[in-house]
């Protein structure tokens, strides 16, 4: 994955943890960059080692800090740097949801070396759909459900979610349930 995702990792963690708590998972995770370059390409692995990392340097289970780093992606990644092509997809969360699949198309031009997972809506109604997740990696259902947190967050909307279908249980793709009330007009 692209560099800025560790760098996000690290965002996050220096922020709530400090300096020195990150060292500790670096070393636990055998990961010796000093510098992850936002737009150059790393193994998967580094990622997938420093959230291992993190999980026992903090003693909390791996999905909790996915679910933490979804929510930083969204509320301080994408909205500091990619702020306009969020407000760009939509005024809803609803709305955002359904262009999606526009937005990482467009980043996709802008980073050909991306691996974006690919999403769907189904059964949209005024306050509810199925949100269908699908990735070419493995174990990063609870980063969604941080991102669709943060993306409730974001639109000013609490955000109720089932996640009814379970890559991890066997089933085809992640999909999730998802029911929404705005807290602001
Ligand atoms: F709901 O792969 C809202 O490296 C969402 O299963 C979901 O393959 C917003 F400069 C620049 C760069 C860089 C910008 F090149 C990425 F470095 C991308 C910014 C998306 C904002 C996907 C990151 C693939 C890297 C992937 C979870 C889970 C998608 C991370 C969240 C808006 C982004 O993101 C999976 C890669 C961006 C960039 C957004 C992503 C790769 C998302 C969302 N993805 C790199």
Known sequence: ?????????????????????WERIKCEAGVDTDVFIGNQGYD???????VGAASQVLGLPPERILEAFGEHWVLKTARDGYGEL???GGSSLSEFL?????????????FPHLTPPSFSCTN?????????????????????????RGLGKLFDTEVYIEHI?????????????????????
Request: proline content about 3%.
């Open 1 to 21: 994955m692209y560099g800025l995702v560790n760098r996000a990792i690290e965002e996050m963690v220096c922020g709530s943890q400090g300096e020195e708590t």
């Open 44 to 50: 998967d692995a580094i990622t997938y080692r420093l």
């Open 86 to 88: 969020l407000t760009a």
């Open 98 to 110: 359904q262009n999606l699949p526009s937005l990482h198309a467009r980043i996709n031009l802008m």
């Open 124 to 148: 949209v109604t005024a306050e509810s759909m199925d949100f269908h997740y699908r990735s070419k990696r493995q174990g990063l259902a609870p980063f969604m459900v941080g991102l669709l």
């Open 165 to 185: 279908e379970a890559r991890s249980a066997g089933a085809d793709h992640d999909v999730y349930h998802l029911r929404w009330r705005r807290t602001q007009p």
